[in-house]
């Protein structure tokens, strides 16, 4: 099971991070935890992410362009950010504040510095928890997994971190993961087909990696690709899947 923002915030790598404002939002779960510096964040989100900053572009920015950039990130999907008050900003901008307040949007603070490597790391053991072990278990056969009934034991075995994410990045990720299957993880053609830029590309397939481990071996990518065909010819298992046939439908 996922866990919640709070349950991110109460992390000991997260223990001096003060929350300024969005605290009836902070049962909303999350997904990923990014470090971005770029203003057009949003355009690489899937939906859930909880994101960290130093501030430097934001810093920079007008106060409009400061408010704009949390209205971007609260309308694109974020469940936070956290700012880190030490370098670049001392404060938070009260055009950032305001936005976030609008929004209700979580915004939290470090006011020292802290390892980002320490913060993503503890974030992603508790979001990967649940799944950690990964088996390659079964007959990568599609017939043979339905008529045996273990279809539903091989999807949660090689995509279950995935399918057990909200619809929108569920539907994000698996369209990424077959495209990059279906083209050798080429990600200038994965973007051109997915019609995003390729730093989105590399955002996912990150998240995609940190999920599913492995996605080098031929193997590895044989029984994926068979989880996704089961996943779009049998979708008995799971909820909303109809979004990731129609994604799949468009890749293929």
Not at 38 to 44: E, I, N, Q
């Amino acid at each position: 099971m996922l866990p919640t923002l709070q349950e991110i915030l109460n992390l000991p790598a997260f223990r001096k991070a003060e929350v300024l404002c969005g605290f009836s939002q902070l049962n909303q779960v999350v997904t990923w935890v990014h470090v971005s510096e770029v203003l057009d964040a949003h355009r690489f989100l899937s939906g859930g992410e909880l994101l960290l900053t130093t501030g430097v572009e934001l810093a920079r920015a007008k106060p409009q362009e400061q408010a704009n950039f949390i209205t971007s990130l609260a309308q694109g999907g974020a469940h936070g950010l956290i700012i880190e008050l030490v370098q670049w900003m001392k404060e938070v901008p009260q055009d950032v504040l305001a936005a976030a307040r609008l929004y209700d949007f979580p915004l939290m603070v470090f006011k020292e510095e802290v390892r980002y490597a320490d913060l993503t790391r503890a974030a992603h053991q508790r979001i990967l928890q649940p799944h950690r072990e990964t088996t390659l278990e079964g007959n990568p056969i599609i017939e043979a997994l339905v008529e045996t009934g273990r279809h539903t034991q091989f999807l949660a075995d090689q995509l279950g971190p995935i399918l057990s994410l909200p619809s929108r990045p569920r539907s994000s990720l698996l369209s990424t993961l077959q495209t990059l299957l279906n083209h050798q993880f080429n990600i200038a053609e994965a973007a051109r087909i997915l019609g995003v830029r390729r730093q989105t590309i590399y955002y996912r397939l990150e998240q995609l990696r940190g999920m599913l481990g492995d996605l080098d071996s031929p193997k590895r990518q044989l029984y994926l690709q068979v989880a996704l065909e089961v996943l779009v010819l049998e979708p008995t298992d799971f909820d909303t899947l109809s979004l990731v046939r129609q994604e799949n439908k468009k890749i293929l």
